[in-house]
């Protein structure tokens, strides 16, 4: 009986000889599996919106997106990077952070103002879609180092935490949500969508904890542990709180981009080194 599951056979590109993959080393296996959870995360809060409990469904999308953050990151520290990993992660950012979104929102709000509501439901997961797929172009792309501070547009993950804002609020607030307020939340939904697709410069933290001085490591530490506490004691006011200031920050990003660019033009005309980077 033939093998149900053969081995993978790849062609090299220096010889054009065929060749076989028996075995995968395990480095290169768990990032995958750590964007497999992120997935199940993303499709439990479908689950916990249909029963109504969307605070937890609020923390599924949040794990999700702290899953995606490190699936990347352990890729890059354990030289287990590959072409079907970065397949997989955009897929599952397409659900966890396109479709699970749009459907919590429509569950919770949108259905009070039903087309209205549901078309902005679709402009957002296809504008996660289309940001998905610029994203991907452009890994290929050569760009100078400072830009790599930067993403073009709002993120797949921060778009999510984002477009949940109202749900922060109506958790904090405690308010009943209503045709209006549908209203309005499909009107900011929409506004979620236009960020992801456009091409204003956001902030993209990628240099952060890159490297740590040696005297500063006991300090963000001790951080690290109360803003994990605070989350999980005020979550709802910490997403919310976060999420305003990431949205304030967008302006001084787009500044601080179009300012390196100049320098960068400056120094690219006059023959000298551009500039290393920056922040917003």
């Not at 792309?141 to 073009?152: D, I, Y």
């Not at 990003?253 to 033009?265: E, I, N, P, T, V």
Request: proline share 7%; glycine share 8%; with cysteine.
């Amino acid at each position: 009986m033939d093998d149900l599951f053969p081995p993978v056979e790849h062609q090299s590109v220096k010889t054009g000889h065929r060749f076989r993959l028996r075995s995968v080393p395990f480095r290169v296996v768990l990032p995958n599996l750590v964007t497999l959870l992120a997935l199940c995360a993303g499709l439990t809060g479908i689950r916990m919106g249909l029963e109504g409990r969307f605070e937890w469904a609020v923390g599924a999308v949040a794990l999700a997106a702290v899953l995606d953050a490190v699936d990347g990151r352990m890729a890059r520290w354990l030289k287990g990077t590959s072409r079907f990993g970065a397949e997989l992660d955009s897929l599952a950012d397409f659900v966890n952070f396109g479709v699970v979104p749009g459907l919590l929102l429509h569950i919770w709000v949108l259905k009070l103002a039903p087309s209205f509501g549901w078309l902005a439901v679709l402009a957002y997961v296809i504008a996660a879609v289309l940001r998905l797929a610029r994203f991907n172009v452009m890994l290929e792309t050569p760009k100078p180092a400072w830009q790599q501070n930067f993403f073009v547009g709002m993120p797949a993950p921060a778009g999510a935490l984002s477009a949940l804002l109202p749900l922060y609020l109506q958790q904090i607030f405690a308010f009943a949500p209503d045709r209006g307020i549908a209203v309005l939340v499909a009107f900011y939904l929409v506004f979620v969508a236009f960020m992801m697709v456009s091409t204003i410069p956001t902030w993209s933290g990628k240099k952060l904890g890159v490297r740590i001085p040696r005297e500063q490591i006991i300090p963000l530490s001790v951080g690290f542990v109360l803003c994990i506490a605070a989350l999980v004691s005020f979550p709802f006011e910490i997403l919310a709180a976060v999420t305003l200031v990431y949205l304030s920050l967008i302006p001084f990003g787009w500044r601080r981009f179009h300012a390196l660019a100049a320098a960068d033009a400056r120094t690219t005309a006059a023959g000298a080194t551009p500039p290393a980077g920056g922040t917003a």
